[in-house]
Every structure is written in C-alpha cells, then in structure tokens.
C-alpha cells in the first residue's frame, strides 16, 4: 500500500501542478481581460425553420489574450470558480444590449445571453439586468437569458429557489428566459412545467437523433418527438441546437420544431456581419 500511495503521487503530482499553473495564468489574464478590452462578443442566428428568417441571435464569448483566441469552454469554469463571471457576465449583457437594440428596433431581432448559476444566484442580478437594459435603451422583451437546468437545479431545490425567483422578478420587466442544453442535466420533463421558463433550447444531441434513419433509430426518434410535443403543450418555444445539415432541419420541422439555430443557418459572428445579414435581408 506504501509503494502505491508513492507511485501515486509520483505518477500525479506534476500533471496536477501543470493543471495548476495553466489555471492560474488563465485567472491572471481573466482578471485583466474586461479592462485591456480583451472580451469580443459574437452573435449567432437563430431561425424560423419553416421560413429560415432569423428571429433572435445568441450572444457567446470569445477572449482574445494577446496573440490568442481563448473559446468560452475553457475559460468559463475558471470565471465561474474564481468569481470573475460577475464583472465578466455583467460587461456582456451591457455589450450584447447595446448591440442588440437597431436589430430590435429595426428588424425585431431579440438576444440570449447565457447566464451563469453564480449569475443567476446573486440577489443583484435583477439591478445587473435591469441598468444593462436602462443605458442600452433595449425593451426587456428583446432579452432572453439562457440557463442550463444543471445551473439551475442541480445545487437542490434550496440553492434553485433564489435563481427562480430572480427570473420571476425579472420576467415582470419582459424578459424571458431559456432552459439551455435541454436532455443534457436532469431531464426531468415535470420540471418544465413549474418553471418561469418561455423558451426550451434542445442540446444538438437530440438534433442528431431527429435525423437518424432506421428501424433502431425509431424508438430514440420518438422521444425527440416526444420533447418537442411536450414544448408545445406546455406553450415554451422549442429551438433546436446545432443544426449542421438540411436534413437535420428537415426532420426537425417533420417534428414539429418552430425554430432552429447551428452553423447551417450561421456561425456565431462580430456584429458587424449581423448587421449585413439583416440589411441583406430587407433589400431582398
Ligand atoms: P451554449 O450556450 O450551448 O452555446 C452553443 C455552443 O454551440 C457555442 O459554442 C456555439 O458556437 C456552438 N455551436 C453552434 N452551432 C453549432 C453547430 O452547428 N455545431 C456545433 N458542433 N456547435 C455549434 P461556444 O461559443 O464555444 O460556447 C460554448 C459554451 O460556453 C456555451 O454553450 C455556453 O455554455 C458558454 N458561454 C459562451 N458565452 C458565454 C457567456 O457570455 N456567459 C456564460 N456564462 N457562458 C457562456
Ligand atoms: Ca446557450
Ligand atoms: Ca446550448
Ligand atoms: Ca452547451
């Protein structure tokens, strides 16, 4: 048991420090990221399936070190673990408002913005919300916020219920919001229910499976199906994630799904190409 235990440590301790050192630098960056104007916004269609017009466009974060692009997978969890998503989440949702306003105004374009659970939890998020919407001048009604279930309810009911209440206070002003990566957490289809939810977005797992063909392929197809169905029963707006080919849009429009989002329609882009598209769009 020794010789194990020191194996052990020999054989993990340098790739733990290693993890370390790139966590620490990560941080140290992030910290400075905000002010040195490092953080760039990009914006992604989402669409109406049937007519392809895009209704609302997602905001997601990229981080430009330096001589570098850093993607939000990587740095998220050390803004989340660190705190740094506070100041970090508070400059996006002033960005993507302000951004987002001749897209509401001109096209009827509305924004999501991801919301973290720490966000989301904090009793100050409601004044966060609201100051990036006053200075802005963008309605509460062209605001979703997205939220994966996990961030709002794998903590347990008792850590949920302060991030619940701030989207019902926050719902008062217009503002929707997102279930995020839906069949990913919980899955638990009750839930949908009691939430103040407007809009279910479908982790791409499920847009794959709605595009599988084949006798085995019926069964997981049924409960892509199955979800979207329960959407509209429960009147949230199902948009479907990740949409890659035609025949993916094709079979979730068979479904039933209203709206779609995925680099077939777009790739998350600066705003000045959202600008394009839309302009583009009136012309024609
Ligand atoms: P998400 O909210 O689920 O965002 C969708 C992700 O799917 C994005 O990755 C997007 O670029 C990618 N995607 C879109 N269409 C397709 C497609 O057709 N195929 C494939 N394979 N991928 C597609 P991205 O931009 O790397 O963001 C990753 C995650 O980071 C987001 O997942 C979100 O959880 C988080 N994130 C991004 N921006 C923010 C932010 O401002 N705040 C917070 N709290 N989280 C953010
Ligand atoms: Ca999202
Ligand atoms: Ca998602
Ligand atoms: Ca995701």
């Not at 306003?101 to 509305?110: D, I, L, M, Q, T």
Request: negative net charge.
């Amino acid at each position: 048991a020794k010789a194990a235990g020191k194996n052990q440590a020999y054989v993990f301790t340098p790739r733990l420090r290693i993890e370390q050192a790139g966590r620490s630098s990560l941080t140290e960056g992030l910290r400075h990221a905000v002010a040195r104007d490092e953080l760039e916004v990009r914006y992604q269609p989402v669409v109406d399936l049937d007519s392809g017009e895009m209704l609302a466009v997602e905001a997601l974060l990229r981080w430009h070190p330096v001589g570098g692009l850093v993607m939000p997978d990587r740095f998220i969890p050390v803004a989340e673990d660190t705190g740094l998503i506070i100041p970090i989440g508070a400059h996006v949702l002033q960005r993507a408002c302000a951004d987002a306003r001749p897209w509401y105004e001109r096209h009827g374009v509305a924004v999501h913005v991801n919301i973290s659970g720490h966000q989301l939890r904090r009793p100050d998020v409601v004044d966060t919300v609201l100051e990036a919407l006053h200075s802005s001048g963008l309605p509460g009604e062209a605001l979703v916020l997205e939220i994966t279930e996990t961030a709002l309810l794998a903590t347990g009911r008792d850590e949920a219920a302060p991030a619940i209440a701030h989207l019902a206070t926050l719902r008062e002003h217009g503002i929707r919001a997102a279930i995020d990566d839906f069949g990913t957490g919980y899955s638990s289809l009750s839930y949908l229910r009691d939430l103040p939810v407007d809009i279910v977005k479908i982790d791409g797992a499920f847009t794959r499976i709605a595009a599988e063909t084949g006798e085995e392929a019926r069964r997981r197809r049924a409960l892509a199906g199955a979800i979207v169905d329960l959407c509209a029963s429960l009147d949230l707006t199902a948009v479907a994630e990740q949409v890659e080919t035609q025949e993916e849009a094709e079979a979730l429009r068979a479904l039933g799904c209203p709206q779609g989002q995925g680099y077939l329609f777009g790739r998350p882009v600066p705003r000045e190409e959202i600008d394009g598209l839309l302009d583009s769009a009136t012309v024609a």
